[in-house]
């Protein structure tokens, strides 16, 4: 999941300058997306996101273990790897920008809590385009056990994380 973990804190950190959606409204007369999503948050983003699972790759390659875990294989072989790991980055940020869009429907501001969305939002967009990237990889990689814990585990970590960026002063709030 590290690819599709990264983008979102690596987006908050070097993202700013131009929204992706220009300012623009819908008839409803609110931002498509917002002022959160940016040009360069998102390829920031999927930079970051690339470069761990690039990593994640290299070292997967070489037997790498952690604590007797082997680092995770994202494919069998290098393209299509790169394929599932691209794909877990752009969705990991794709899936935070259709959250968004759906909070500005619901006329709620940018940085509004929406418990549960707000901390698995980018997983479940990383994992639907991971499934159509891959999807033999995809059902043999994220069995019910390994979807379990990460629907458990994520919102826990985004919460740390965002108490940190939070303090750091990278967010405008610990949400």
Request: positive net charge.
């Amino acid at each position: 999941m590290l690819p599709a973990y990264l983008p979102n804190p690596f987006a908050a950190v070097f993202g700013g300058g131009k929204p992706i959606d220009g300012g623009r409204t819908l008839r409803d007369g609110r931002r498509i997306i917002g002022d959160g999503k940016t040009y360069r948050g998102l390829f920031s983003g999927i930079f970051f996101g690339v470069l761990a699972g690039s990593i994640q790759i290299w070292l997967s390659s070489r037997g790498f273990e952690i604590l007797g875990v082997k680092v995770p294989v994202f494919g069998p072989n290098y393209t299509d790897a790169f394929k599932v790991v691209f794909a877990l980055a752009c969705g990991s940020l794709f899936g935070d920008m259709f959250k968004s869009f759906f909070k500005r429907r619901m006329g709620m501001k940018r940085g509004a809590p929406l418990p549960l969305v707000d901390q698995l939002d980018f997983v479940i967009g990383a994992w639907i385009f991971a499934y159509f990237t891959a999807p033999e990889w995809f059902v043999s990689s994220f069995t019910p056990l390994i979807i379990i814990v990460v629907l458990i585990t994520t919102p826990l970590l985004h919460l740390t994380t965002n108490i940190v960026g939070y303090f750091t002063g990278i967010k405008k709030e610990p949400w």
